[in-house]
């Protein structure tokens, strides 16, 4: 099974050079909504990936299990050879929906949201940011 279906690696392709494009013009950054989730079957390791550049390089959240995931690159030639413990590789999670929950968007609380803020907004709006801030609480990826 490929890690990417035609649509994600364009979509991946596209929000990579749409960050370029607001870099380069000394923008904020884009907060994506997760496009695609890997994961080991036999570990647990998780990416969420939002972004892939032409080198064949990805962005996102990436959680190898050891309580500590954090936002970063990841090379896609090391994620295509590695192996879990049982030798089986790595997956795209088939029923991982990024936009659970974004029909269901309430007003914004005004004052600097608290951790457990955080995790509500998260089940909400699901971009990156979200994820990274709820797997911050929680000390791994929750999807």
């Known amino acids: 099974m490929s890690l990417f279906t035609k ?31 890997l994961f080991t ?7 969420l990936l939002t972004e892939l550049g032409l080198d064949d390089i990805a962005f ?4 190898l299990g050891m309580g500590t995931p954090e936002l970063g690159f ?12 049982l030798g089986l590789p790595v997956e795209r999670d088939l029923h991982f929906d990024a936009d ?4 269901r968007r309430r007003t914004p609380v005004r004052a600097a949201p608290s951790a457990s803020e955080w995790v509500r907004r998260s089940a909400e709006y699901k971009t990156l940011s979200a994820y990274a801030a709820e797997a911050r609480v929680h000390g791994s990826i929750v999807t």
């Open 7 to 37: 649509t994600q690696h364009e979509t991946l392709i596209a929000n990579c050079q749409a960050q370029i494009v607001r870099m380069d013009n000394e923008q904020p950054d884009i907060d994506f909504t997760p496009v695609v989730k």
């Open 60 to 63: 996102g959240l990436c959680d």
């Open 74 to 85: 990841v090379s896609m030639r090391e994620i295509r050879e590695l192996r879990g413990p």
């Open 100 to 103: 659970y929950g974004a029909q």
């Open 41 to 47: 079957p036999d570990a647990q390791c998780t990416w």
